[in-house]
């Protein structure tokens, strides 16, 4: 079973430049997660789909980042424009959303972002 | 918010037991009591769950304590490997059928060959 997948890897960008992020979530998973995690923290949540539909961006800076999954597979995190404390590892995950299991997240590899 | 309390860091030996430690003090009875390790350079990986009893799977066994306030990750054999991050996270209903995990620091685990 494939994994989920993020490109790039690695973005090197320049402040009040833009950026933007892609995640393939595992075939079948409903629900998708964008983490921001900055070095020496755990990952923290920025926004929550259900399909294509937005559970939770509570914690997602709206007036910088974006997030969509138009098809309720995909899915792209934008930031316009890139300050210095963006720096960060930006993580993508996956699950299923029966009720009553584990509801085990799937974490992708990845893509390190470094804002000069 | 993190809403568990886990130490720094910790070390061990390969092929000794390992007992990472959480509190939890404000879990809730519907809290689920959820592990997750990070690898370097890694996204985190689900390592085990529970809600009261104590649990067992190929990676690790999970002790949770009566009052539910504290748990403990437990590693039989550390192997180098085994050398991770490891969050320990109450597992929140986010609406409906949807959860979500709130990260704190986690525990820098060790393991000298």
């Known amino acids: 079973e494939a994994g989920v997948a993020q490109s790039p890897r690695y973005k090197i960008i320049e402040k009040r430049q833009s950026v933007a992020f892609w995640c393939n979530p595992i075939s079948g998973h409903a629900t998708l997660y964008w983490y921001q995690q900055i070095l020496g923290q755990g990952p923290k949540l920025l926004i929550q789909f259900q399909n294509n539909g937005v559970v939770d961006d509570s914690q997602l800076p709206k007036d910088r980042f974006s997030a969509e999954r138009l098809k309720g597979v995909d899915s792209t995190l934008k930031i316009q424009p890139a300050k210095l404390e963006d720096s960060a590892v930006y993580l993508c995950?996956?699950?299923?959303?029966?009720?009553?299991?584990?509801?085990?997240?799937?974490f992708g590899p990845g893509t390190r972002l470094t804002v000069l | 918010d993190a809403k568990t309390t886990q130490p720094n860091s910790m070390e061990s030996n390969e092929e000794e037991p390992v007992h990472l430690p959480c509190n939890h003090s404000t879990i809730s009875g519907t809290d689920y009591i959820h592990w997750y390790r990070q690898l370097p350079s890694q996204g985190p990986e689900y390592v085990i769950h529970?809600?009261?009893s104590n649990v067992n799977n190929r990676m690790a066994s999970l002790a949770i304590a009566e009052d539910r306030k504290s748990s403990t990750l437990i590693l039989h054999r550390a192997t180098l490997r085994d050398a991770a991050v490891y969050y320990c996270i109450l597992r929140e209903n986010s609406g409906g059928s949807n959860y979500k995990l709130t990260f704190g620091k986690g525990t820098l685990l060790t393991v000298n060959p």
């Open positions: 995950a996956s699950s299923l959303i029966l009720a009553g299991v584990r509801n085990e997240q799937f």
């Open positions: 529970g809600l009261t």
